[in-house]
């Protein structure tokens, strides 16, 4: 049996053949600039990988001194746990773990009997952090709201517990917060932050008996 084969004018008429060595003249034209490219996204890759394992080894590094840390902390080793958490502070501070050492930094300055601004000054950078742990802010806002309050500055108490407040993972805390802020800004003589300390309250899922609790400020 014969087998008819295509001539080559046959060939270059064929439109199959035709599209097929377009696209081998694109590429032949082309070569340069596609090279760049496919180098420019080996290289893309390479980063997004080697950068996402490097954050790995950089979290379980800095885990595994918060672990070191705060077995010194609970051991009530004061000193020993300052110098950890100051080691995961400096070297870690973009990482949770890091930034979660500003607020056992200022636990650890309290029971060392350091001076109340250290402390306060370690408090303000962890709630300054972006560190998405509510409860621990919360923590935090109460303990600088003490602070002032101890200082007689009761605006910047009734501040710090209202945010306290707002941080708060359980709507009893939330309301008792709010309104510990409340009567702090009542007794300082500021109508206003007191009136929005209300309407923040009522916003709130409250009871009946808790609803009565807030409207009992704005006739105080």
């Known amino acids: 049996m014969s087998q008819n084969h295509m001539t080559k004018k046959e060939l270059n008429e064929d439109p199959f053949f035709e599209e097929v060595a377009h696209i081998v003249d694109f590429f032949k034209k082309h070569q340069t600039?596609?090279?760049?490219?496919?180098?420019?996204?080996?290289?893309?890759?390479?980063?997004?990988?080697?950068?996402?394992?490097?954050?790995?080894?950089?979290?379980?590094?800095?885990?595994?001194?918060?672990?070191?840390?705060?077995?010194?902390?609970?051991?009530?080793?004061?000193?020993?746990?300052?110098?950890?958490?100051?080691?995961?502070?400096?070297?870690?501070?973009?990482?949770?773990?890091?930034?979660?050492?500003?607020?056992?930094?200022?636990?650890?300055?309290?029971?060392?009997?350091?001076d109340a601004i250290e402390t306060l000054e370690y408090l303000e950078k962890f709630v300054s952090t972006d560190l998405d742990d509510t409860a621990m802010k919360a923590a935090a806002f109460k303990l600088i709201a003490a602070h002032y309050y101890g200082e007689g500055d009761l605006i910047m108490a009734a501040d710090n517990y209202l945010k306290a407040s707002k941080k708060a993972l359980s709507l009893k805390e939330k309301l008792d917060l709010g309104i510990k802020a409340g009567n702090l800004y009542i007794e300082s003589d500021n109508a206003s932050k007191k009136d929005a300390v209300v309407n923040y309250l009522l916003g709130l899922d409250l009871s009946k008996s808790d609803e009565v609790r807030v409207k009992a400020l704005t006739f105080r």
């Open 33 to 114: 600039l596609l090279i760049a490219i496919v180098s420019v996204l080996i290289v893309a890759l390479i980063v997004v990988f080697g950068g996402s394992a490097i954050m790995r080894n950089q979290n379980e590094k800095a885990a595994g001194q918060y672990g070191i840390a705060m077995d010194y902390y609970n051991k009530a080793q004061y000193v020993e746990a300052e110098d950890n958490f100051m080691i995961l502070a400096e070297q870690y501070k973009r990482n949770d773990w890091g930034k979660r050492a500003y607020y056992y930094l200022a636990l650890v300055s309290k029971n060392l009997g350091n």
